[in-house]
């Protein structure tokens, strides 16, 4: 088990939709079922909260369809009993109203709110997207990207979080950072390509990274469970883990095998339509109980 992940910040999906294409997955021409979403989205909830896990609900601004995925707004922490997070920074104009939105929250529930370039982000004019210039100032980060693991927070960058951007991330944390590069353009966030299980146990996928990073980041997990390409493109790493019980999407019987050899349960959701925006699980939460000495 690991110690984290008791309690999650989760967006409701009632803006849920594709406006745009950011990703290889997005596409407004095959659009989300706005019922469904709520159904798959509210049956997450209760599995998360059947399983021991406090889940906080978030109602998203209008103008922020992708909001619905948590995980990539900000990184949250605790430390001697103080809250913490560091907001994102994203690379896509389209996401950016998300940020202040979810500030507000963290603010208003006891959490001293950081930003990348040292200030919030003011709208310029009434665009969305158009925030400045303090924000324009900062290295792209985007918390997806980031997870704490077997005492150091490990940081991809590539696709949506900059190589620029560690040195501050761990500024801010104050803790030590190991970057890893991702270069697979369909697993654009760590949560697609890695997935802490317990202590020393991980799921990885070596196809999301260069050579030399990957393999630094394989030596960090004492007991890793490698996940193939095709199995991380089916979502099989964007897993949460409340206690002893993984939730995700359908697992195949060999990664099931490996993960109850570590003595762990499975507990199945459906939430493929989220998958159409590439996102699962993982990226539907975002873990507030990390705990940094």
């Given amino acids: 088990m690991v110690s984290w992940g008791h309690r999650y910040l989760t967006v409701r999906p009632d803006e849920f939709r594709i406006d745009y294409t950011i990703n290889p997955y997005m596409d407004p021409a095959v659009p989300p079922d706005p019922v ?10 209760s599995t998360l909260r059947d399983v021991g896990a406090e889940v ?15 995980m990539n707004l900000g990184q949250a922490w605790i430390r001697d009993d103080e809250r913490h997070v560091l907001m994102s920074h994203m690379r896509f104009s389209q996401r950016r109203a998300e940020t202040p939105a979810a500030a507000q929250w963290f603010a208003d529930h006891g959490f001293t709110v950081h930003w990348l370039a040292g200030e919030e982000p003011r709208r310029v004019g009434g665009e969305l997207g158009q925030w400045g210039p303090a924000d324009l100032s900062a290295p792209c980060f985007e ?12 940081v991809a960058y590539g696709p949506r979080t900059d190589h620029a951007a560690l040195e501050r991330i761990s500024e801010v944390m104050g803790v030590d950072v190991l970057g890893v590069h991702t270069t697979h353009p369909a697993m654009f966030h760590l949560d697609l390509s890695f997935c802490p299980l317990t202590e020393t146990a991980a799921l990885v996928c070596p ?4 050579d030399k990073t990957g393999k630094d980041l394989w030596k960090h997990v004492p007991d890793p469970i490698e996940v193939s390409v095709d199995q991380a493109l089916a979502f099989a790493a964007n897993a949460v883990v409340v206690g002893d019980t993984v939730v995700g999407v359908g697992l195949d019987p060999t990664l099931v095998r490996q993960i109850e050899q570590r003595g762990l349960r499975i507990r199945t959701v459906d939430v493929d339509q989220f998958h159409l925006s590439g996102g699962s699980v993982r990226c539907l939460t975002n873990p507030l109980d990390i705990v940094l000495s």
Avoid at 37 to 43: K, L, P, T
Avoid at 56 to 70: G, R
Wanted: glycine share 8%.
């Fill in 36 to 45: 469904r979403s709520a159904e798959q989205w509210q049956a997450m909830v």
């Fill in 56 to 70: 906080e609900e978030l109602a998203p601004p209008a103008d922020c369809p992708d909001m619905v995925y948590a």
């Fill in 143 to 154: 918390s997806g990207d980031a997870f704490w693991f077997s005492g150091r927070l490990i």
């Fill in 207 to 210: 196809g999301a990274f260069d």
